[in-house]
C-alpha cells in the first residue's frame, strides 16, 4: 500500500497561484501512474490531471492551459502548479497513483491521499 501526503492547500483570490505536492511513502519512480483529483461540496470527484511514468499527461478541459503537473524525481514528489485560479476550482484536491493508466483516468486508482482544501475567493 502506497502513502500519499499532499500538501499546499489553502485560501487564495480569483486570478491567484498555488502550488499543490504530494509525496509518496515509496520512491515515485515504481509508480507508473500519478495525477490528482478533486471533490467540490455536493459534487462528484472529477480527474484534474494525470501524468505517466513516460511524461504522457492528461488534463480536464477545465483546467487546460492554467495547471500543470510534473513530478521532482530528485525530490520524489509529484506536484500540481494551479495558475489563474477560479471560484470553481474550490474543492478538496486528492493526489493519487495507479499501476494503470486506464484505472487512473476512470476514477479507479490503487491509492488515493487524504486530500487538501483549496479555497479561491472571489
Known amino acids: 500500500q502506497v502513502q500519499l501526503v499532499e500538501s499546499g492547500g489553502g485560501l487564495v483570490q480569483a486570478g491567484g497561484s498555488l502550488r499543490l505536492s504530494c509525496e509518496p511513502s515509496g520512491s515515485i519512480f515504481r509508480l507508473a501512474v500519478m495525477g490528482w483529483y478533486r471533490q467540490a461540496p455536493g459534487l462528484q470527484r472529477e480527474l484534474v490531471a494525470v501524468?505517466?511514468?513516460?511524461?504522457?499527461?492528461n488534463y480536464a478541459d477545465s483546467v487546460k492551459d492554467r495547471f500543470t503537473i510534473s513530478r521532482d524525481k530528485d525530490k520524489n514528489t509529484l506536484y500540481l502548479q494551479m495558475n489563474s485560479l477560479k471560484p470553481e476550482d474550490t474543492a478538496v484536491y486528492y493526489c493519487?497513483?495507479?499501476?494503470?493508466?486506464?484505472?487512473?483516468?476512470?476514477?479507479?486508482?490503487?491509492?488515493w491521499g487524504q486530500g487538501t482544501q483549496v479555497t479561491v475567493s472571489s
Open positions: 501524468e505517466g511514468s513516460t511524461g504522457t499527461t
Open positions: 493519487v497513483s495507479s499501476r494503470s493508466w486506464r484505472t487512473a483516468v476512470a476514477g479507479m486508482p490503487d491509492n
